[in-house]
């Protein structure tokens, strides 16, 4: 008997974790970390319902922690299997997956200092060496459609998904009813992974989907629509306007992914002369590690980006960049006087490299704080963004006087007329169509645009739901 059961990325965007069974053997799609909402968060440090030890392989879609950052975990707690997922995913896994077992070990170390645990000591969800572990059983793949073997019987094709650089769709081919039977046609589950949308920057636009028994596609955007809100125009006349008063910006910006888009559409305003050239700085050395597997995988670019890239340009490279790789050469930054462009992470505020310039951006009423990412429930960027007028950042409260401003049409996730757009794309209808990576309202409302537009069988499924698979 062949089944899946969702361990995650139901009922929430994060967490995503699918189990896929089949005649003894067992793959595990995904494996994300719980983020946000504290009884989400619990779920992290639960026992899985089913043994690390007997899943045969994992595969991974894209390198977002809320998609691998349990794999640390995973491997912690003894699977010790291969981890399939596309080359350029590899590499920013090599750069995320250790950053995180950096965040788990401060988080304990925290805790253990102010007391704030129960457990003496803490201990965190795994650290920087388990992490390292984990790298070890990665086997890149790729983006090329080619299928792969598994395990025992179970086959896998990664195709470019959009979304953020090496994000794949996937489709497992594994085996149907008991070969006893004289063998059957395999069962082919189609998993969308996160979907970009089609005009995206840098990469390319998602392949069109396979022909599939079962589907699985994400909503997060299930019952939002983008807008045509151009970014450009709004970068434009924010920067123009810092630079008249010869004020320095700071953009808090996710490193990887957000941080890239973000000079991309800076250096294409420099190169046709709507902003002046600014020193742009990007303190994140993950940033600066992401930047550069942006620059290596060719062929998960789009044309636009190839382009730039045979006049001799770099895309991701304005006319007057600076990296902060070391703490000191962030620390002389704060000598640096006039219109400049900061790029920082963390994108909401909630730590690393970007605190530090926020402490000094948000008092001065001549500056610019610009949100390019959407900012969570109770980050210090929402309360920002919420026009609080005071914040706590690393024990001081600072004054909010600089400008905010905001600018919108960022986004990685199709909305859901992209993927009605997408699922035009199969030649069949599918047995069954699965809506997961939303919030509850999200995820409804896609399952029922799919229904309206095409008449399938959608199901919105609930966490450690069951579903067989004939
Ligand atoms: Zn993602």
């Not at 009813?177 to 069962?187: C, F, K, L, R």
């Not at 970009?196 to 994400?218: F, N, S, T, W």
Request: proline share 6%.
């Amino acid at each position: 008997m062949a089944s899946i059961t969702f361990y995650g990325g139901v009922g929430t965007v994060t967490g995503s974790k699918y189990l896929l069974e089949s005649n003894g053997n067992r793959i595990l799609v995904d494996c994300g970390l719980f983020q946000g909402l504290k009884e989400l968060r619990e779920r992290n440090w639960q026992d899985p319902p089913f043994q690390p030890t007997e899943i045969d392989a994992v595969i991974i879609t894209h390198a977002h922690i809320d998609h691998t950052g349990w794999l640390p975990r995973l491997v912690k707690l003894g699977f010790n299997g291969p981890v399939f997922t596309s080359k350029p995913t590899a590499d920013l896994l090599k750069i995320l997956l250790p950053d995180s077992g950096r965040l788990q070990q401060e988080e304990a170390d925290y805790r253990n200092r102010h007391q704030l645990t129960k457990h003496a000591p803490a201990l965190p969800l795994y650290d920087e060496h388990d992490a390292r572990e984990a790298l070890k059983l990665l086997r890149p793949v790729a983006n090329d459609g080619n299928a792969i073997e598994i395990t025992d019987g179970f086959k896998a094709s990664f195709l470019v998904a959009g979304h953020i650089i090496g994000a794949s769709l996937v489709l497992v081919e594994m085996p149907g009813q008991p070969p006893v039977t004289g063998g059957s046609d395999p069962i082919r589950f189609l998993f969308s992974g996160d979907l970009g949308h089609y005009d995206q920057p840098i990469v390319k636009d998602p392949a069109p989907p396979l022909a599939c028994d079962y589907l699985m596609v994400e909503s997060t955007y299930g019952n939002r629509l983008h807008g045509d809100i151009s970014s450009d125009d709004q970068m434009a006349r924010i920067i123009n306007e810092a630079a008249a008063r010869n004020a320095p910006i700071l953009v808090p910006a996710f490193a990887v992914g957000r941080t890239q888009e973000v000079l991309y559409l800076i250096r294409q305003l420099e190169e046709e002369k709507r902003i002046p050239i600014l020193p742009v700085i990007v303190d994140s050395p993950m940033a600066a590690q992401a930047t550069q597997v942006y620059g290596r995988w060719h062929e998960e670019h789009d044309e636009e980006y190839a382009s730039i890239v045979s006049k001799k340009q770099h895309p991701l490279r304005t006319h007057s960049m600076t990296t902060a790789s070391t703490r000191e050469e962030s620390k002389r930054l704060n000598d640096m006087q006039g219109a400049r462009i900061i790029i920082s992470a963390s994108g909401m505020l909630t730590g690393g490299r970007v605190l530090h310039h926020a402490m000094r951006i948000l008092p001065n009423e001549n500056a610019t704080l610009i949100f390019v990412g959407y900012q969570a429930a109770g980050s210090v960027g929402r309360r920002i963004q919420d026009g609080e007028r005071e914040v706590r950042i690393m024990k001081n409260w600072i004054p909010v006087r600089c400008h905010i401003a905001k600018v919108e049409g960022f986004s990685a996730h199709a909305d859901w007329k992209a993927v009605i757009r997408w699922l035009e794309g199969l030649p069949a209808a599918p047995k069954m169509v699965f809506t997961t990576h939303g919030e509850p309202d999200a995820a409804a409302a896609m399952a029922q645009h799919i229904r309206d537009r095409f008449g399938w069988n959608v199901v919105v499924p609930e966490y450690q739901q069951n579903v067989e698979l004939t």
